[in-house]
């Protein structure tokens, strides 16, 4: 990559793309199929058609301006298809409802221009890289482009790219004097001072500040419309003033019995509800209209540096997308590490703090650490893969040798009751996830299907209409694991939705049945047992099955949930990140760099549901 620098401080950087052949394949009498071996993935909106693209991320200091991004291209050749482009499938939803893929033609076919418009199409951004605060330029190069009405398809030889852009004078962030903000109402700030002095005598420097103090501007002057908005001016301060990387919101619903459910949501705003204020992203995919997205509270800064409203057409509707409420434009990037204990009750800050201590101080060189539970089925029956396993195996591929992987897979008869493929064998296959469960694992890893009180998968027989019930909300208080303690990821539906309470059930369709909580937060709240930490949903999770954009790997790995389950574990295992919240947000920072979150409604979901119910600052595995 060659880099000339002008009289006016502006910078210019060239780069070329050599794409490799494509791959052109007819693969029904309708659908041709286009390849590339290097591709990073496919174009997946829904009716449009499946083209590869490459991404190149570059990455310059937090302030950074991209003035100009030229694209040349080389000889462009035209081929003739016997066929469609094939268009992407629906997307599947995780939830506890028989799916199956649609593969169906949008109005994109309708069109005489090339799809997609450009040859190159890039995004910024501002977030965390290695830990440092910088600005995200990720282009994607598409060496082919398809004019739909006259299938024909057109190859570029080569693809040169020029970004100019000038990087700030000064560094935007400088200070250093705390690492962790914690964030709680009062009455909770006597159960967290242990909690605070472990931190400190762990070299984190910590800040517990209550909701009071922060909309009293007892710190930093106070701005935003509601509780949550305020709450991440404050954030946006500490960062800028005290150099925090860490937030830890401690409180979630404030009733067991009352729930959300005409009460606050996607459009309405109920602070009383909360002991911490949540936001929701108002993002329609036609199945829900919104969802918890504790990403806002994450994502302070857009691409140049300002604060990110998630309201950029102002109509008090945050992180809205969808009919009648137009579409925000959100970056989507994280700039500090948080997460969220939903706690409810004095008594669950005492326990979740005490399993927090107990785990930082005892966990290292404990040989249950070292092993790994992952749990699947057939997710999507149909295809040539059971999804369940092939996600849960790619998770624990990175894991690093010292890891043993003990599987409750449905192919090796360890999943159902007594391996068999009957009603019953499926019905309580919770016995033998808490029963090995309960052996104590570093790590444990769901992938399937979920609700606020389930996680359950199918059998691969698609004549099979049996569930397979892996652990419910009702059954996880027999674990017996004690202070072995797993950081663990579900894949699934609204495992994490925490806003569940009681009487939710009567209107809210994916309760299915009544529960006080949901799935994740219930594991980690349990007194000695259940886990550190969970990784999940708050709302529709999606999957992919077979593999439709030819490239030989199971797309279950390569887009929506397995994708970014994926790359959690490639941050701790390959990258070496143990600190829960970097890992957990270097999983963002990868999708939003390969899946744009403003190109696809499901992508952006996909990032703003991804929840950590944990302390970010968690050191895994221990001091």
């Known amino acids: 990559m060659a880099t000339t620098r002008d009289a006016n401080t502006a910078t210019s950087s060239t780069f070329s793309i050599q794409p490799s052949a494509l791959h052109v394949e007819q693969t029904s009498e309708a659908y041709v199929s286009v390849a590339l071996a290097e591709a990073d993935a496919t174009t997946m909106c829904e009716g449009e058609p499946m083209l590869p693209y490459t991404t190149k991320t570059m990455t310059f200091p937090l302030g950074t301006r991209i003035r100009d991004v030229q694209v040349t291209v080389g000889d462009v050749t035209a081929r003739q298809l016997d066929g469609a482009v094939a268009p992407a499938p629906r997307p599947l939803p995780r939830n506890m409802q028989p799916v199956e893929p649609v593969q169906q033609k949008g109005p994109v076919y309708d069109s005489s221009e090339l799809y997609p418009s450009d040859w190159v199409r890039w995004h910024t951004g501002a977030g965390l890289h290695g830990g440092e605060h910088v600005t995200f330029l990720t282009l994607q190069a598409f060496p082919a482009r398809y004019a739909p009405q006259a299938d024909v398809l057109h190859a570029v030889e080569s693809i040169d790219v020029t970004v100019t852009y000038e990087e700030p004078s000064a560094a935007m962030l400088t200070a250093d004097e705390y690492d962790l903000v914690i964030v709680a109402p009062g009455e909770f700030t006597g159960q967290l001072q242990p909690l605070v002095q472990h931190k400190e005598d762990h070299g984190l420097a910590t800040k517990l500040v209550t909701l009071s103090e922060i909309y009293s501007g007892e710190y930093f002057e106070v701005q935003g419309r509601d509780g949550a908005e305020k709450i991440k001016y404050f954030i946006r301060d500490a960062l800028e003033d005290w150099g925090i990387t860490y937030v830890l919101l401690v409180g979630g619903k404030t009733s067991y019995l009352t729930g959300n459910w005409g009460y606050d949501g996607p459009t309405t705003v ?5 002991h911490v204020p949540v936001r929701y992203a108002a993002l329609d995919d036609m199945s829900e209209n919104g969802y918890l997205s504790d990403l806002y509270f994450a994502d302070i800064y857009n691409a140049t540096g300002d604060f990110a409203t998630w309201d950029t057409n102002e109509d008090d509707i945050f992180g809205g997308w ?21 706690c409810r009750s004095v008594r669950e800050v005492e326990t979740v703090v005490d399993k927090i201590i107990t785990y930082e101080t005892s966990t290292a060189g404990s040989e249950w650490f070292n092993r790994m539970l992952l749990v699947g089925g057939d997710t999507f029956p149909g295809d040539d893969y059971i999804d369940g396993e092939v996600t849960t195996e790619h998770h624990f ?24 493929d009957s ?6 296959a919770w016995v033998n996830v808490i029963q090995t469960m309960s052996n104590g694992y570093g790590f444990v890893a769901f992938d399937g299907h979920g609700s606020p009180t389930a ?14 019930n892996g652990l419910m909300t009702y059954n996880m208080d027999l ?38 909580e949901c799935w994740s937060w219930h594991l980690v709240k349990m007194r000695n047992k259940g886990a550190i930490a969970t990784l999940g949903y708050t709302g529709l999770g999606y999957g992919a099955t077979g593999d439709g954009d030819r490239d030989g790997i199971p797309d279950c790995i390569e887009y929506r949930g ?7 574990y490639e941050a701790y295992g390959q990258d070496g990140q143990d600190m829960l919240g970097a ?17 696809n409604n499901i992508d952006c979901k996909t990032i703003e549901e991804w929840s950590l119910l944990g302390d970010p600052s968690l050191k895994i595995g221990g001091y």
């Open 270 to 274: 109920n602070d009383d509800l909360w």
């Open 455 to 468: 996680w359950a998968t199918h059998f691969a027989d698609p004549n099979n209409h049996n569930w397979i």
């Open 423 to 428: 009603k019953y064998a499926g019905k309580f």
């Open 322 to 342: 969808g009919f009648g409420i137009g579409k925000d434009v959100i970056d989507g990037y994280p700039d500090v590490y948080v997460g969220r204990l939903a």
């Open 397 to 420: 591929s990175f894991m690093p040798e010292t890891f043993d992987a003990t599987k409750l897979f449905l192919t090796e008869g360890t999943l159902t009751l007594g391996g068999g």
């Open 479 to 516: 674990l017996s694991n004690g202070d072995r303690l797993p950081v663990l990821t579900v894949g699934g539906c609204h495992n994490s939705e925490f806003n569940i309470s009681l009487t939710d059930f009567v209107d809210n369709p994916w309760t299915y049945q009544p529960t006080y």
């Open 562 to 568: 397995g994708f970014i389950e994926g790359k959690f």
């Open 583 to 599: 890992a957990f947000a270097s999983s963002i920072t990868e999708y939003a760099n390969v899946f744009p979150p403003m190109e």
